[in-house]
């Protein structure tokens, strides 16, 4: 079974500070992504990546950087943290070629 | 127009109903169609994907697509209130722009009462 894990389960934050969400794969997947979900908004795509080092900017790329150094790691981080941050974090990964993409159990990050 | 739309519900069925979930999308190119199911503060769980046209069963499950009228749809037979939770329709294909990405509807809210 492919188990892809989250750092936290949840996290409380103050503004401006600078947090890291990290996101671990077992099943060799090179493909790597970044979810925020909000209600009403669904999941919107922040960044995703391809392979170690690379990465591409998503739909909602403001306010957020990635981080794959190896390829079974990939962080999101929140350079300067803001209230309107506070979300449901989702690190996603797939094999490459293949559409169907495996969650993790998700970040609840809470800015004050 | 959003690519992908989905009725949030909340959808409320007695224990053994059978539920039809559904999305649309506008989006020609789309070929993968998946569906997830999640449970409150949990992540997305794969459910169901399918490829094309065509219904795809397991279980007590059937997807179908219609590409023609560019219509998925997620039945559940014998529904139990174990299958609560929120169900996203998720869609891609080789034409789309952000390549292996999924475009997700914002998911339709089921509660199977007793």
């Known amino acids: 079974d492919v188990k892809v894990t989250q750092s936290s389960r949840y996290l409380v934050k103050r503004t401006g500070e600078k947090v890291f969400l990290e996101c671990v794969q077992d099943?060799?997947?090179?493909?790597m992504f970044w979810y925020r979900q909000d209600p009403g908004l669904g999941l919107r795509l922040i960044y995703f990546s391809y392979d170690v080092k690379m990465k591409e900017k998503g739909d909602i790329p403001e306010g957020y950087s990635v981080s794959r150094e190896k390829k079974e790691r990939f962080s999101l981080i929140l350079e300067s943290a803001s209230t309107n941050q506070t979300s449901m974090y989702l690190c996603?990964?797939?094999?490459?070629?293949?559409?169907?993409?495996?969650f993790g159990p998700g970040t609840r990050l809470t800015v004050t | 127009q959003k690519e992908v739309e989905q009725d949030p519900g909340p959808l409320s069925v007695p224990e053994g109903a059978i539920v039809s979930l559904n999305c649309t999308y506008s989006n020609s190119a789309f070929q993968y169609f998946m569906w997830y199911r999640q449970y409150s503060r949990k992540g997305p769980e794969l459910l169901m994907y399918t490829y094309s046209s065509g219904n795809k069963e397991d279980g007590r499950f059937t997807a179908q697509v219609d590409k023609s009228s560019k219509y998925i749809s997620l039945f559940i037979r014998d529904s139990q209130p174990s299958d609560s939770a929120t169900y996203l329709c998720?869609?891609?294909?080789?034409?789309?722009?952000?390549?292996?990405?999924?475009?997700f509807g914002k998911g339709t809210s089921l509660l199977v009462t007793p």
């Open positions: 099943m060799d997947h090179e493909n």
């Open positions: 998720a869609m891609s294909g080789v034409d789309s722009n952000s390549g292996y990405a999924l475009n």
């Open positions: 996603a990964s797939s094999y490459p070629g293949f559409y169907e993409q495996y």
